[in-house]
């Protein structure tokens, strides 16, 4: 079997003899009359008239017959089977030299007219055929792909390219995103833009990525959420915004984690996390509705069913039927023994509120199928969220869980300046503890409250997510096209 090197060779070798023939193997025109996926509709009538039509796309197969070559063609809208023969009115050179030069992968321009061929496929027989892209290595093998997984990953563009599931996969993506800002847009809400480089990071518990910017001579911090900007304009007097962004966490990766990851957040004025939990659902309902057709869906060998109401669980109840009972009474030090006999990983800085996350991921999510609303989190878990007015030792917020993944958190906006200040003042003995995720005082942010925000409800989804579940992908890898990678 022929080397990568030694099949690369052979096409440098078509490729001089492109060039030597007057040929141009990489012209910018294209003159396409139609895409392939109108051929496809529009067949019956273009068979009938027998116009002239032209095609453009990449060579997925080949196949030689005697005087007869065949090959499918790619655009990207669909696939089309061509056929090159001799016989009058196709020059012999011109079957000759696509004999000799070209390769699946290369990119072709072909005229002619369609027909049906006796098995029934719809065909169009080539009358002239121009190189436009004449390709260096071959493609993975059509059949098999590319196996390995860190490949894939590495080689998206391959994957995605032989892989019609691939493909589709982030065809959804896509959809997911467009339905989101439709909903959002239709509701009133104004989209708009915040810095990726912050002077300060804040808006959740996540390690920063860290930069240096020259001029200025100040170091910067890739964001980690959008929401202390997002909430400056609720300040500044805009009701309803949002903004689908790309956030950068400095943490470890694994299956529903990327250091890089998609987040919408909208913020609305006059709102709290009740109005918000309803609109979450309707959000949700309905972009399942448009990608399915249905309001159930497979994933992960579950069936989600969201006919329903959504399920609405207390996160203390949730954990006391895992068997912590009376986590109030338990100090830090007897309930992270507590989880340590449960095989979950605590550490010495930890906060009591960080063991209770980490019992909840380890023993409570993962049996959360339905789709569920987590409700009263204690509030030194969630320091930018309001506290309850009739027990403030918990937040009103909520979580969204659907097969075992934590998709949505939302809160009522803390908006008292005076207990901010106290709960990043919580956050900074936290994280000079030890505790690295801790969020940081902003007092830039403060000082933005204390002119005064509105009451208001905030929302975050995670995109990469979302699609996971929707698209039954167990890895946050596959929805991403691009995911960060450990070089080779």
């Known amino acids: 079997m022929a080397t990568l090197e030694e099949l690369r060779d052979a096409r440098l070798k078509k490729l001089e003899l492109l060039k030597s023939k007057g040929v141009d193997p ?13 051929v496809v509709v529009g067949f019956a009538n273009l068979e009938t008239s027998k116009t002239p039509i032209a095609l453009v796309g990449r060579l997925m197969s080949l196949r030689s017959q005697g005087g007869l070559i065949f090959f499918d063609l790619f655009d990207g809208t669909g696939k089309f089977q061509a056929l090159i023969m001799k016989k009058e009115g196709a020059s012999e050179d011109m079957v000759a030299l696509f004999d000799q030069t070209v390769d699946i992968g290369d990119f072709v321009e072909v005229k002619g007219t369609v027909f049906v061929t006796k098995r029934g496929q719809q065909t169009i027989e080539v009358t002239n055929w121009r190189m436009l892209v004449k390709s260096l290595r071959p493609l993975p093998e059509k059949w098999s792909g590319l196996q390995d997984v860190e490949e894939r990953f590495r080689r998206r563009y391959l994957d995605a390219l032989m892989s019609d599931e691939v493909r589709e996969r982030f065809v959804t993506r896509s959809r997911v995103i467009t339905l989101i800002r439709k909903m959002l847009d239709e509701r009133g809400y104004l989209e708009v833009e915040t810095p990726a480089l912050q002077p300060l990071y804040g808006g959740a518990s996540a390690e920063p990525f860290v930069t240096h910017h020259n001029a200025l001579d100040i170091d910067l911090y890739l964001r980690i959420s959008d929401e202390l900007y997002l909430k400056r304009m609720l300040v500044a007097g805009f009701p309803k915004v949002y903004e689908i962004a790309r956030d950068f966490r400095n943490e470890g990766i694994d299956m529903t984690h990327n250091p890089e990851f998609t987040m919408v957040e909208w913020y609305e004025a006059f709102s709290d996390h009740k109005k918000q939990m309803v609109f979450v659902e309707t959000m949700i309902k309905g972009i399942v509705k448009e990608i399915f057709g249905a309001d159930t869906f497979p994933a992960y060998d579950n069936e989600i069913n969201l006919a329903s109401p959504f399920i609405v669980s207390s996160y203390f109840d949730l954990l006391k ?20 006999e449960k095989g979950i990983e605590v550490t010495t800085v930890d906060s009591k509120a960080k063991v209770l996350d980490n019992i909840y991921k380890k023993l409570v999510r993962p049996s959360l199928i339905q789709p569920t609303f987590i409700v009263d989190y204690p509030a ?6 309001k506290k309850n007015k009739e027990n403030p030792a918990f937040v009103e917020a909520f979580q969204l869980v659907i097969a075992g993944v934590e ?3 939302a809160f009522s906006e803390l908006n008292d300046p005076i207990d901010q200040r106290a709960r990043f003042e919580e956050q900074e003995k936290n994280k000079k503890g030890g505790e690295k995720d801790a969020q940081v005082m902003d007092v830039d942010f403060i000082e933005a409250l204390e002119y005064g925000m509105p009451p208001a409800g905030g929302v975050g989804i995670g995109i990469d997510r979302l699609v996971m579940v929707l698209t039954n992908t167990s890895n946050i890898k596959e929805v991403i096209f691009f995911p960060t990678m450990r070089p080779r």
Not at 27 to 38: Q, W, Y
Request: proline share 7%; charged share 20%.
């Open 26 to 38: 990489y012209p910018a025109d294209t003159h396409p009359t139609h895409t392939l996926a109108e």
């Open 321 to 340: 039927g895992v068997g912590v009972s009376d986590s109030a009474s338990m100090s830090v030090e007897e309930l992270g023994a507590w989880a340590k």
């Open 380 to 385: 030194e878990y969630l320091p930018l969220a």
């Open 407 to 409: 998709l949505v958190k």
